[in-house]
C-alpha cells in the first residue's frame, strides 16, 4: 500500500463503517480471513492461476515481462517463491525465453504438463512443459501475430493478445486478441504441447455459418461453461458479453448472440452493468453467469440456458447502491476480476481504484447476490489482521480445494493470500486444542518489529515486514499457530531475499532479525506442543 493512498482509504473505511451503522442492515458473517502478503518474487503480477493439483501458484506479470512460480502450502495457502522467468532471458535448461513482453495472462492444462502464457506487446503465446513435481517451467515455443506455426500457416489474430483458455479433452487452446477484437482457435498436441493455428474470428467477421460476430471489440477475457459447449467473451468495447457456440470435434466456434449494456436480452429485459465488460465467470452448475462493468462500477447477474448457451438478464449491483436486503455495496470502482467459490455459495470480485477484495453471497436457485464485504488495502479483516497487497488489485482466483484465495496486485508488487473461512475454517489445524500465549513472546514480537523500524528502510519495504510480523501475531492470538509460524518464515524469506537478491540489507542487518524470527518460531512450536 503506498503512503500517497491511506488517507483514502482511512476515509473509505471509515466512511462505510459510518454508513453501515445508519442504515444498520441485515449483513451476512464475513467469510474472508487475510493470510499474507508475498513481495519474494520482485514482480508486478497482473494475473495468478494456481496448479490442477493446488501445489504451485503461477503469476503473470505485464509490467516485468515475466512469469513467477510459488510453491503452496496446502494446509495454509502460504506460498513461498520459487523462481521467475523473464521475456530474453533463460530457463533452467539455458533455453532463451521468447513471447511474454507485456505477459497478460496464462492457463493450465488440465493434466498440469504444460502452461500457456499470452503476451500483449509481444503479440504472441508464450509455452512452456512443466514439471509436475516441482512445478518448473521450460520453454518449449512462441507463436507471433504475423509469424508462422510450424506447418507454415501464417498466424492471425494475436494483436494485443490478452486471454486465453483450453478444452479439457486437451485438443484445442483460444486466445482472445484485444486490438484484433479477435478469438483465435489453436489445435494442441497434447503430448508436446505445441500449438497449430486453425481459425480467426474478428468482431464485425462472418463465422462459417455466415452469421456477422459481434461482442469481441476490445475483448479482454473468454471462459467456456462447464460442459465447455459455449465460450463466452467479455467485450470491454462492445460493453457486452459474447456468446459463441463450440463444435466439440473441429473446436471451432459459432456465433450466438451478445448481451450489451443499454440494450435488450432475448426476453426483452434491459441489460445494465455491462459499461466496459472485463471479467466474466461461469456458475459451476452452468445455470447463471457474472460479468464485470468496470466503468459501471458492477456486477451483472445473467441466467444462462444449458441447451442455447443464450443469456437473460438477472439484475446489476453497483457500488454505493444497495442490494434487496439494503446492505450498501461497497469496493466495486474499476471491478477488475470475478471469481466463484469452489462450493459455488459466494461470488468475489477483485477491484482496481477501490484496492479492494469484495465478496457477495448467491442465491444457487435464482442466481441473485447479496453484499457481504469489501475488505481494502490498509483495511482490516474479521480477525483485526491489517490487510497489506491489494493496491490495483487486478486478478481473483480460488484454489482447487476452495480454500484459499489468490490476488495479483500490481502495485503492491503482491501476490496477497486470504484464507475462506466458510470452506477451511475447521480445516485450517489438524489440532484444536487452546494454546495460552506467554507475555514474553508477545514481547518478542513488539521487539522484532522495533528492530525493523530502528533499520530505517524505505516505507514501503519496512511496511511489508512489519505487516507480516503483525499479521502473524494476530493469527497466534487467533490460535492459529501453523499460519503464524509459516508467516515468520515468509518474513524471513523477504530479509534473505533483500540481503542477497537486492543488497537492501546487510548481512550484520538481517541475520539478527532473522535469528530472532527463528526464535520466535520455536517459542510458538513449543506452546502447541
Known sequence: MKQSSYLYKLSKIASTLMLSLMLAPTIQAQVLNFVETVEDGFIKPTMVSTSPDGKFVYAAAFFDDAIAMFSRNETTGILSFEEALFDSGYDGQGNTIDGLNGARMLWLSPNGKFAYLVAEKDKAIAVFSRDTTSGELTFVQALKDGGTDESGNTIDGLYGASA?????????????????????????????????????????????????????????????????????????????????????????LTYVERVKDGFHDNAGNTVDGLNQTVSVAVSADGDFLYALGQADYAVAVFSRDNNTGKLTFVEALFDGS?????????????????????????????????????????????????????????????????????????????????KHLYIAAYSDDAVTVFLDTSI??????????????????????????????????????????????????????????????????????????????????????????????????????????
Open 164 to 252: 486465453v483458455i483450453g478444452s479439457s479433452d486437451g485438443k484445442y487452446l483460444y486466445v482472445g486478441g484485444r486490438f484484433d477484437s479477435a478469438v483465435t482457435l489453436f489445435s494442441r498436441d497434447a503430448t508436446t504441447g505445441k500449438l497449430t493455428f486453425i481459425q480467426t474470428l474478428k468482431d464485425g467477421d462472418l463465422d462459417d455459418e455466415g452469421n456477422k460476430v459481434d461482442a469481441l471489440y476490445s475483448m479482454i477475457m473468454v471462459t467456456m461453461s462447464p460442459d465447455e459447449k459455449y465460450l463466452y467473451s467479455a467485450s470491454q468495447g462492445d460493453m457486452a458479453v459474447g456468446v459463441f457456440s463450440r463444435n466439440e470435434t473441429t473446436g471451432k
Open 322 to 402: 444497495t442490494d434487496s436486503n439494503g446492505n450498501t455495496i461497497d469496493g466495486l470502482i474499476a471491478a477488475r476480476s470475478v471469481a466463484l467459490s469452489g462450493d459455488g455459495n459466494h461470488v468475489f470480485v477483485a477491484s482496481m481504484s477501490d484496492d479492494a477484495l469484495v465478496t457477495f453471497s448467491r442465491d444457487t436457485t435464482t442466481g441473485k447476490l447479496t453484499f457481504v464485504e469489501a475488505l481494502f488495502d490498509g483495511g482490516a479483516d474479521s480477525a483485526n489482521a491489517v490487510i497489506d497487497g491489494l493496491e490495483n488489485a487486478t486478478w481473483v482466483d480460488v484454489s482447487p480445494d476452495g
Open 424 to 529: 477451511s475454517a475447521d480445516t485450517v489445524e489438524q489440532d484444536t486444542s487452546t494454546i495460552v500465549i506467554e507475555v514474553s513472546i508477545l514481547d518478542q514480537y513488539n521487539n522484532l518489529i522495533a528492530a525493523v523500524e530502528a533499520l530505517n528502510m524505505n516505507s514501503g519495504r519496512e511496511n511489508s515486514l512489519v505487516h507480516k510480523l503483525n499479521a502473524s501475531r494476530i493469527r497466534l492470538e487467533y490460535q492459529h499457530p501453523y499460519i503464524s509460524i509459516y508467516l515468520l518464515k515468509a518474513f524471513n524469506r523477504q530479509i534473505n531475499a533483500f540481503i542477497n537478491i537486492n543488497g537492501i540489507l546487510t548481512s550484520a542487518e538481517g541475520q539478527p532479525l532473522i535469528d530472532a524470527s527463528d526464535d520466535l518460531q520455536d517459542a510458538i512450536q513449543s506452546l502447541h506442543g
